[in-house]
Structure formats: structure tokens, C-alpha cells
């Protein structure tokens, strides 16, 4: 810029460096600096554990990462008639970390069932206001049911009796010697568990009973004793499965049988090893057409057939053999009630199946929109991480469950025995596939602990659930017009007001462990989610995030993350400092409240203004003994004089007109466009958390100025802000975040004038009125 400007800015400068050097001893309200909270924007150094040789200040992989591989040989079988699960395990486990081993932790989730669990102990809270009679038969009538791991054998290698230790859901393998860094070794367990009915406490893995048939519906899980995470964060993961926090899984290679009844539909993890064995020759033919078939889904089993094998009770069985690389977990569904889609999807040069496994009970509803969910879903979270890498993903109806596992899920939605179904159950099906299917990609492959974090796979899926669902409203216009928007409940900013806004007493930081808070639903997953829509949409714009949470994905993908090296990846690759952003939004229970306080009008003056009398006077000063000046002498002050307003700048202040006669051509002059109007509004803060302050001034003519600034504004003051705005229109409004995009508690505060927020009182009166 020209060296005139430069002058002015210096000056003014000047002027203002000394009104705040004689702040200290004799502070003006009008300049009081407010309450100073810097921490807001400090950087997070202390609350990070990172950087480290492991995990990079990047949020990348260190040069010394590792992580552990356990490799799974298991043949199960399935006791229909007695709902039991018997299986035998050869585990080999790969200690890639640096450390000598002494012993080996595995998890027995299912002990969680055991009758001596110690979950039902930990509840305080005294009697409940009211019961289900499930709940109650449960609590104080039936005996609790005997769901725990039977340890029948644990064996090394060559088959001599391997000692162990259960404490509560985990088992310590005592090994004879250290398994050394670099080493690996083999061990077998033998087991049998009695198989819970899902439908009672919503278990994540049991079976449904169908009384009119007398069939069962399983969809087995943690079925098998699984290795726990050892790791450079935790060393051997110690926290127990109680309930709420979820898995902890190393990744490995997983060969399994499972034996069923023959007349049993199933599917599971992995690739299907004997597929000629186990499907029908019609089933083949059908098959192959599906995998050709890109536009819709191919029936494998149709709704007759699965009727007719309903009321068979075969007495021989079948072994279906998968073999899976590279998963965390194993899962499979199984039943003679099964009817079977699939269909393939493009995802970048690779096919993948999508599948559907669901009872005649899931229809119509799960033959039209299950697998188009999943398609959806493949399709929306591949663009936005990277390339789905399995060969499938499976969607099985089980009422009322919402669960996933490596390539399959399960998932609720039912209609109603005459077929008919309500909004809210089809998209309450649709809504919780995207979201279980989602899971594949956190934490199936972006692996992280859900035991210590229930947020970083919860959070980042329910925020790509909201991209899949919005996508699935248009691409799918028989489902959502064109004209209107999937009805997605979590992730718009407006949806979180009730949690964040609500009763602090029981509100947790997101950065809690999931059996430590008091909503998880909110803390986990919708707090998050739009958390992480905001940061999208509002704080660091759509190119920059997508940019960095692929770069999350991509890193961690097959890894085990921890939420630094989310953080840091997401600052790392976009040059958002986001610190204070993860300081509030995850840190804290602060919420978001910013209004507009107030505005003050001003005019320009040639006559120093009573403040600057005083300054000049303290000083001894004379205006000779300052540059030339120019004033903003404010309306409702003893400032003002009746004959500024109206008029131009140059022709109220001699110093300006001057100084432009000095300093400008009269090309440049004639250039000039003088504002007449000059405000000082004054926006508050009174939510913890410092947002962008999102602004739309409205002027007399009707014509409108959107103006975001920083949510850096307020890094010196935490309370309110002034911002001085100059107009050649009269500035008839202000609205902040006119689009409800942070998450604002209270929108009263948000209008200049005031909007007249019609009182609870006044609007039953108008009800009253017009009835
Ligand atoms: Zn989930």
C-alpha cells in the first residue's frame, strides 16, 4: 500500500498504544479490556500425551508404532435345540511391541451374563421411578441367567494344560516364559456358553424366539475368547467390559467353521470358504447373477423358501468355513428363517457385495431399503475415507438391536404384522443400517478402543451416518421427494441445544469414559457428530475438513488410533489451529451462547471528543502538539453536535478533508466513497464457548452484509467484543448466526433490535383466543 496510509494506520496506532499503556492506573469502563481468559486458546500441550516416538506431533504414526496381531483358528457349534455355543480356539499371537511379555490378557465378554457378574452391582441410584415388568421380573424375580464363558481347557502348543487366572471379563494366560519382543505364540482355549435371548436386555449377540413357528433368529458375537489390546498407550488393556464401553481389539487372520443345523441360512465375517458345499444349486445360479448385478438386489433365498425351511428342524448339520484377513472381530447371524440378498456396488476399481439377511418378519420393509442402505453407506464413506477393502457388508434384521462387527452388523426396524409401518420405523431402519454398516470404517478399520473412548468411532459415525443419510434422501427419490431433506436426527447444530443447554449436574465432557457419563446417546454420538459438522460446515469450511478427516482415515486406516492423533491430524493437514475447539467442544460441558448486546451510533466530529479532552489534559497536551486528528463523536453523548448528522466526513472533520487534499489525486478523490454512518456494536459471549461470530447486518434499503469473523476474536476477551462498522446506509439490523449454525442456546439474545420474544404466558393466551 501507498506510504499515506501507512502514516494514518501508525498514528492511530500510536494513539491507541497509549490509551492502553494508561489503562493500568486509571482504567476507562468504555476501554476496560474485560475479563482476560486466555486458556480457552492456549494450546493443548498439558491434556496431550503425545508426541512420542510411537505417535507423531503430526497426528501420524511414529517411526516405532506397532501394534499386536492375533490370528484366530476356531471351529464352533451351534445347539439349537438347547440355545448353546460350544467351540474350540487355536490363537496365535504375534507381540510385535518392543516389550518381553509375561503373561497374555483375553477378554470373556460374555462373563458380563455370568450369574456373579458385578455389572448389576455398581448401580446406585435406588429404586426407579417406575419398571418394566421385564426389567422388574429381571431385578427381583427370575434367577439371573447363567450366560458366562465355561473354560474348559487352555492349552500351549503341545497340548499341555496352560494355567490361567479370571478376573471378571478377562483371563491371564500365565505363560511358562516370557513371549519376547518379536516373538509369537500359539495357544488353545476350549468353551461353551448358553446363549442369551437378545430381546430381553438388548444384549449385542443372542437370539430372538419366534413363538408362532418356534424358530430362533441368532446373531452370534463375541462368541469366543479374544485377545485384549496391548499397546503403547495402555500396555495391556486392564478396563473391564461392564456394559456401556465397548471393544478393544487387536487385528489378525481368522480361519472359522461354524457347524448349524443344515436347514440354516448364515452368513458372518470373511470369505465364504465352501460356498458349492453349502448353497443349494439354485442358490448358485442366484448367486452368480448377483454378483453381476450393480442396479439392484439378487433374492439368494426367497421369502417361500424361507417359510418352508421354517417348519423343517433338521436334526443334520452343516459346517460353513470363512476365512478372513485382517479383521478385528468375528460375527456371524444364523437361522432357517433367513431370506437372502445381495447386490454388487462399484467401489472405486473393486466390487463389493452388499447384503441383507433378515426374517419374513423384517418384510416389506427390509426387501425395499435394506441393501440400498448399504449401498449408500459403502458408497458415501468410501468418498469420504477411503476404499471399502472388504469383499462385503451384511445387514441382518434382529429387533431392536443396533451392533456391528467386521462386514456384518445387526439392525432393528420392524414392521408391523399386517406389513403396515410408520415414518419413524422406516427411517429409524434406515438411519441405524447406515450408521452399523458405517461402523466398518470406525472402528472396524480405523481401529479405535471403544473401551476408553466411546466417541472417536461413535461420534465419527454418527457424523458420517448424517453425509450418507442426506445422500440417501437424494438418491433414493421414491423414499424423500426432491424437494425435502432426509430427516436425520443427529448432527444439525439446533438438535444438540436441549443436551448442551440442559441440566450441567449431568452432563459429561465427550473426552469421559462411555461407563462414566450419564447420556451416552448425546455424549457420544450427537455431541460429537455435530461437533464435527460444525467444524465442517462453519469453522474450517468443506474443502479443508474433508482434506484432513481423510488424511485421519487414511493414516489410521488397519491402525490403532487415539483422539490426539485425531486432533493433531485434523490441525496437521488443514492449518486450523484447533486447539480451542477440542478444549471446548470435547473438554468441557461449556455450551454456545453469543448475542448482540448493543449499538451505538457515531458521527465524524472536528472537535476532540470529552474523552480525548481528558486524555489531552491529564497529558498536558494541546491538539498543536498531536498530528492532525479525526473524532467519532457518539449520538447519545455530550459528544455529539445536531448539525454532524447528515453529513459527509470531509465536510465535518477540516483535519480529514486536509489530509486527503495532501494525499490523494483528485482521480482518487472522486473515487472516494465517504460513509456517513458509524457504529460500535457490542456482541456478548455469555456460553463458555468461543464460536466464529457469525454476523448478517440488515441496512435501511433492505440490502443485507454477511460478515463472519474468527472465532480468534474473542482470544483476549472472553466476555464481549466491539466491532466498528462504517456504512453510507442506515443500519437497521443485526442478527447473529441468522442460520443456526453453532449450536446457540439461546437465541433471544441473537437480534438487534430486539426481536419481542413472544412469553409462554402470552401464547397460551393466544391459544385461548383461537379456540
Ligand atoms: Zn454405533
New binding site residues.
Given amino acids: 500500500m501507498n506510504k499515506v496510509k501507512y502514516c494514518i494506520a501508525s498514528v492511530l496506532f500510536l494513539i491507541g498504544a497509549v490509551v492502553m499503556a494508561q489503562e493500568e492506573g486509571d482504567v476507562k469502563t468504555e476501554r476496560e479490556p474485560g475479563h482476560y481468559n486466555q486458556s480457552r486458546f492456549k494450546q493443548l500441550y498439558e491434556e496431550f500425551a503425545t508426541p512420542n516416538t510411537y505417535r507423531s506431533a503430526s497426528g501420524a504414526p511414529g517411526p516405532d508404532y506397532y501394534q499386536q496381531q492375533a490370528d484366530y483358528v476356531i471351529n464352533v457349534q451351534l445347539d439349537d435345540k438347547n440355545a448353546k455355543i460350544n467351540g474350540e480356539e487355536t490363537i496365535t499371537y504375534h507381540n510385535n511391541s518392543p516389550d518381553d511379555l509375561e503373561f497374555l490378557w483375553v477378554q470373556l465378554d460374555q462373563n458380563v451374563r455370568a450369574k456373579d457378574s458385578k455389572s448389576p452391582l455398581r448401580d446406585g441410584n435406588g429404586v426407579n421411578i417406575a419398571y418394566t415388568a421385564g426389567t422388574f421380573t429381571e431385578t427381583f424375580i427370575s434367577e439371573p441367567f447363567d450366560g458366562g464363558f465355561n473354560i474348559e481347557s487352555v492349552k500351549d502348543a503341545s497340548g499341555k494344560p496352560l494355567s490361567y487366572t479370571i478376573n471378571q471379563t478377562m483371563m491371564r494366560v500365565n505363560i511358562p516364559q516370557p513371549l519376547k519382543s518379536g516373538e509369537k505364540l500359539s495357544f488353545s482355549v476350549k468353551w461353551w456358553y448358553n446363549i442369551p435371548d437378545h430381546t430381553i436386555n438388548r444384549a449385542r449377540s443372542g437370539y430372538e424366539y419366534f413363538e408362532k413357528d418356534g424358530n430362533r433368529a441368532y446373531v452370534i458375537a463375541q462368541f469366543f475368547p479374544r485377545m485384549a489390546v496391548y499397546s503403547d498407550v495402555e500396555g495391556w488393556q486392564n478396563h473391564q467390559f461392564w456394559g456401556s464401553g465397548e471393544f478393544a481389539l487387536p487385528f489378525g487372520n481368522y480361519d472359522v467353521s461354524i457347524t448349524v443345523p443344515a436347514d440354516h441360512i448364515l452368513d458372518g465375517t470373511g470369505v465364504l470358504q465352501n460356498r458349492e458345499e453349502v448353497f443349494s444349486k439354485e442358490m448358485m445360479k442366484r448367486y452368480k447373477q448377483a454378483v453381476k448385478s450393480y442396479d439392484k438386489p439378487v433374492i439368494i433365498v426367497n421369502q417361500q423358501e424361507a417359510e418352508a425351511a421354517e417348519k423343517g428342524f433338521a436334526t443334520d448339520t452343516k459346517t460353513w468355513k470363512f476365512k478372513a484377513t485382517n479383521v478385528r472381530d468375528y460375527a456371524f447371524a444364523t437361522s432357517r428363517k433367513f431370506i437372502w440378498e445381495m447386490q454388487a456396488v462399484k467401489i472405486g476399481s473393486k466390487d463389493v457385495m452388499a447384503v441383507s439377511l433378515y426374517p419374513k418378519e423384517g418384510n416389506p420393509l427390509w426387501e425395499e431399503l435394506s441393501t440400498r442402505a448399504v449401498v449408500q453407506t459403502l458408497k458415501t464413506y468410501s468418498e469420504h475415507t477411503f476404499d471399502y477393502p472388504y469383499h462385503k457388508a451384511i445387514s441382518v434384521h434382529a429387533k431392536n438391536q ?1 451392533m ?1 462387527y467386521p462386514m456384518i452388523c445387526w439392525n432393528y426396524g420392524r414392521p408391523n404384522e399386517d406389513g403396515t409401518y410408520s415414518d419413524r420405523t422406516k427411517f429409524g431402519m434406515i438411519s441405524v443400517i447406515i ?2 454398516v458405517g ?1 466398518n470404517f470406525f472402528p472396524m478399520i480405523v481401529n479405535s478402543d471403544e473401551r476408553q473412548w466411546g466417541w472417536m ?2 461420534g465419527l ?2 457424523f458420517m451416518q448424517y453425509l450418507a443419510e442426506q445422500d440417501f434422501g437424494k438418491n433414493n427419490p421414491s423414499v424423500i421427494a426432491p424437494n425435502e431433506k432426509y430427516p436425520s436426527r443427529r448432527g444439525n447444530p439446533a438438535d444438540i441445544v436441549p443436551y448442551m443447554g440442559g441440566d450441567q449436574k449431568y452432563i459429561s465432557p465427550i473426552m469421559s469414559n462411555p461407563e462414566n457419563v450419564y447420556q451416552l446417546g448425546p455424549n457420544a ?1 450427537g455431541k460429537p457428530a455435530t461437533a464435527l459438522n460444525i467444524l465442517r460446515e462453519t469453522v474450517m469450511g468443506k474443502e479443508l475438513f474433508d482434506h484432513a478427516f481423510k488424511t485421519y482415515a487414511q493414516r489410521w486406516m488397519f491402525k490403532h488410533p487415539t483422539p490426539e492423533d485425531f486432533f493433531r491430524t485434523m490441525e496437521d493437514a488443514s492449518a486450523v489451529d484447533l486447539d480451542w475447539f477440542w478444549r471446548s467442544w470435547f473438554y468441557t460441558t461449556d455450551y454456545v451462547d453469543i448475542g448482540v448486546k448493543g449499538v451505538k451510533k457515531y458521527y465524524v466530529s472536528s472537535k476532540p471528543t470529552k474523552e480525548m479532552e481528558k486524555y489531552m489534559a491529564d497529558r498536558n497536551l494541546t491538539e498543536a502538539d498531536l498530528p492532525p486528528l479525526v473524532y467519532l463523536a457518539e449520538e447519545d453523548s455530550e459528544d455529539f453536535m445536531p448539525e454532524l448528522k447528515g453529513k459527509s466526513p470531509t465536510e465535518t472533520s477540516q483535519n480529514l478533508k486536509e489530509f486527503m487534499m495532501d494525499n490523494m489525486t483528485e482521480a482518487e478523490r472522486s473515487q472516494v466513497k465517504e460513509p456517513k454512518y458509524f457504529y460500535e456494536i457490542t456482541f456478548d459471549k455469555p456460553g463458555g464457548i468461543p464460536m466464529p461470530l457469525i454476523v448478517e447486518y440488515t441496512y435501511a434499503d433492505g440490502t443485507k452484509e454477511n460478515v463472519t469473523y474468527p472465532p480468534e476474536i474473542w482470544r483476549k476477551n472472553d466476555e464481549e467484543v466491539k466491532r466498528v462498522i462504517s456504512s453510507q446506509k442506515e443500519l437497521v439490523g443485526i442478527v447473529v448466526d441468522p442460520k443456526l449454525e453453532t449450536a446457540d442456546v439461546d437465541t433471544t439474545n441473537n437480534s438487534w433490535p430486539k426481536k419481542e420474544e413472544k412469553s409462554d404466558f402470552d401464547k397460551f393466551k393466544e391459544n385461548i383466543k383461537g379456540k
Fill in positions: 443396533g456391528e450408521h452399523e461402523h468411532d461413535e459415525d454418527t454420538y
